[in-house]
């Protein structure tokens, strides 16, 4: 019985094993050399100044502070770089996007979207976007002091330019430039997540199947030896014999539960007595037995 159960646990583990080297080996192949991205951002932005008495240059570097009376275009040079793309063909639009928020920007009450260029249907084994746009600020602007005026309200006011790949949910780059101040700050960020997406899913759902293999595991062998750790607790009342008992089926009452049976034996002081697979107890001439499942 011993032995049977031995093995049973042995071959659990050997297939434990077995299912995880699979994994190993499988996403090895299809995912590790597949599907690892490099990505290149080299996208960056200038503010070209209208003409002016006060500003030796008509151009302004990134990551400064700019007067937004001031701002004639902001020029941005997308350059983006990915190797070892998902599809054969892939897209990609370039989009300025107006919001404006009411409560302290708290609530969207306004939204509206530019398309500012859209190519499909691009057959390259990478994908390499270089695009130059020169935006009009001023513009839009222009065109949020209209739907103000329009509705005779004040909204706190962004205007988000995006380069967008595919049909991905996250913009590959993005710069948010405000509307209604006098003196804004553009940030950019950069989405560079994209290249371990793919990896970190699978990786994670391998990682909760082979813990999940691994609690059943433990589980069944916690069921195939708790009754025989139980025995070897009690062992000291328990008495082989190696004869078999003559039971009379009339006063024999067959336990479900080995613990029931322990708990009787202790309960009137008495022994458990043994013979092979089976554990009983005589009590008034009654015996209570238990057979150990092989």
Not at 24 to 40: D, G, Q
Not at 219 to 243: A, G, H
Request: aromatic fraction near 14%.
């Amino acid at each position: 019985m011993l032995k049977k159960r031995i093995l049973i646990i042995s071959s659990i583990i050997v297939l434990l094993i077995l299912i995880v080297l699979i994994e190993v080996i499988y996403f090895s192949r299809n995912f590790l050399k597949s599907n690892i991205y490099e990505i290149k951002n080299k996208t960056y932005y200038e503010v070209t100044l209208k003409p002016n008495t006060y500003f030796l240059n008509d151009k302004l570097e990134s990551n400064n502070y700019y007067i937004a009376s001031s701002i004639d275009t902001i020029d941005i040079y997308f350059n983006y770089y990915i190797k070892n793309k998902i599809k054969d063909n892939y897209s990609y639009n370039i989009t300025a996007t107006l919001k404006s928020y009411g409560d302290n920007g708290t609530k969207l009450i306004w939204t509206k979207d530019f398309i500012l260029k859209e190519i499909n249907n691009i057959n390259q084994k990478e994908i390499s976007i270089k695009e130059n746009y020169n935006l009009d600020y001023q513009y839009y602007v222009n065109y949020v002091k209209a739907f103000q005026e329009y509705y005779n309200i004040k909204t706190e006011t962004y205007l988000y330019v995006s380069l967008n790949i595919n049909d991905q949910t996250n913009p590959c780059i993005l710069l948010t430039i405000p509307i209604n101040e006098n003196i804004i700050e553009i940030t950019m960020e950069d989405n560079t997540t994209l290249k371990n997406n793919t990896n970190n899913i699978i990786l994670n759902k391998i990682i909760v199947f082979d813990f999940i293999v691994i609690v059943i595991t433990l589980v069944i062998c916690k069921i195939l030896f708790n009754k025989n750790n139980i025995l070897k607790e009690y062992n000291d009342i328990i008495i082989t014999i190696q004869n078999e008992p003559n039971m009379n089926s009339n006063n024999t009452v067959y336990l479900t539960d080995l613990k029931d049976l322990i708990t009787m034996a202790i309960t009137n002081n008495i022994n458990i007595f043994n013979y092979q697979n089976s554990y009983y107890i005589i009590i008034d001439n009654n015996h209570y037995v238990y057979i150990l499942e092989k």
